[in-house]
Nanobody
Framework: QVQLAESGGGLVQAGGSPRLSCAAS????????MGWFRQAPGKEREFVAA????????YYADFVKGRFSISVDNAKNKMSLQMNSLKPEDTAVYYC?????????????????WGQGTQVTVSS
């Protein structure tokens, strides 16, 4: 079992640069891939970014390329999402997720463990 806990959300002005964190505990190992997803009100959950726990491979949704950066700190069992140049349309609940197996995936149903989510609200 892996437990995930997100932090770092809140109310941010457009153009702001918050950093989300995902603390992982339990049976973490290098054989995991991690991801960030988000869900805006009235919309389906969508993929944001993913990374191998080793940190050597990353993948981003087109709408965040060049603005968001995903990273892992293995020593601290933590994954982060640095968000820059935020827009009001980035407003959503952001979830971190982990999947067994080192291959990253953009599909939510490929992930085995999920955090509770953290709200990010971007004001214009």
């Amino acid at each position: 079992q892996v437990q995930l806990a997100e932090s770092g959300g809140g109310l941010v002005q457009a153009g702001g640069s918050p950093r989300l964190s995902c603390a992982a505990s339990g049976r973490t190992s290098s054989n995991y891939a991690m991801g960030w997803f988000r869900q805006a009100p009235g919309k389906e959950r969508e993929f944001v970014a993913a990374i191998r726990w080793s940190g050597e491979t990353t993948y981003y949704a087109d709408f965040v390329k060049g603005r968001f950066s995903i990273s892992v700190d293995n020593a601290k069992n933590k994954m982060s999402l640095q968000m820059n140049s935020l827009k009001p349309e980035d407003t959503a609940v952001y979830y971190c997720a982990a999947r067994v197996g080192s291959a990253i995936s953009i599909h939510g149903n490929a992930y085995n463990y999920w955090g509770q989510g953290t709200q990010v609200t971007v004001s214009s």
